[in-house]
């Protein structure tokens, strides 16, 4: 820092010293400027995570969605056949009583077909409802797991380019300090050995 001169007197060097305290301040501004985005790619990391976890729960609604779907259907088709045993047993009945009394009870039933055609078409209305039902809620769901994959989908644009690593963050920002210092200490030099000899 004290260099002499062609007086053979010391005397400081303070174009020197201020170049290095310029470089102290640039290294702490870089340091400072690293230490400053650390917080801002950790909140980054957790929207994310959160975006991602309200996707998976909506993946999993949706299929829990279809699951009870697939049940009620079953439980539909266990329904229309336990009453069609019903109905069968009724039969089997009236017939054992048409024969224990073939002359003291006569029994007739008839359906016209106008009037079966209505139950039938009572019974498939029904079913039908019950099937766009189903049909409804399934759309619901998909709705749901497309806006849940849309918004990953925007959050991700967003934030394109911030996708490294944290050790490749700390590497690529030493990196950075280093070419500045090394930049710094270049220039400290060429002015010494050129300007200041």
């Known amino acids: 820092m004290i ?3 062609k007086n053979n007197e010391d005397k400081p060097d303070f174009e020197k010293m201020w170049g290095e305290v310029e470089e102290n301040i640039q290294v702490k501004d870089a340091e400072q400027d690293i230490v400053s985005r650390v917080p801002e790619l950790k909140q980054l990391s957790a929207d994310i995570e ?14 829990s969605s279809i699951r ?13 056949n336990t009453i069609s045993k019903k109905v069968d ?6 017939d054992q009583v048409m024969e224990d009394a073939p002359t003291k ?23 039908g409802e019950e099937k766009q039902m189903l ?16 918004r990953l989908t925007d959050i ?3 934030n394109e380019g911030v996708w490294i690593s944290t050790k490749v963050f700390y590497v690529v920002g030493s990196l950075s300090l280093l070419s ?14 050129h300007w200041l000899q």
């Open 156 to 158: 991700v644009k967003n």
């Open 135 to 150: 049909v409804d809620q399934h759309k619901q769901q998909e709705v749901l797991w497309l806006k849940q994959s849309q």
């Open 68 to 80: 009870q779907t697939q049940r009620e259907e079953g439980v539909l088709g266990t329904a229309v």
């Open 180 to 193: 500045i210092i090394t930049i710094a200490m270049e220039i400290a030099f060429y002015v010494y050995f």
């Open 50 to 63: 959160k975006a991602t976890t309200a996707v998976i729960n909506a993946k999993l609604s949706l299929e």
């Open 89 to 94: 047993s009724i039969n089997e009945h009236i």
């Open 105 to 127: 009870l006569k029994v007739s039933v008839s359906v016209s077909d106008d009037d079966w055609q209505k139950i039938q078409g009572h019974h498939t209305q029904w079913l």
């Open 3 to 5: 260099r002499k001169s």
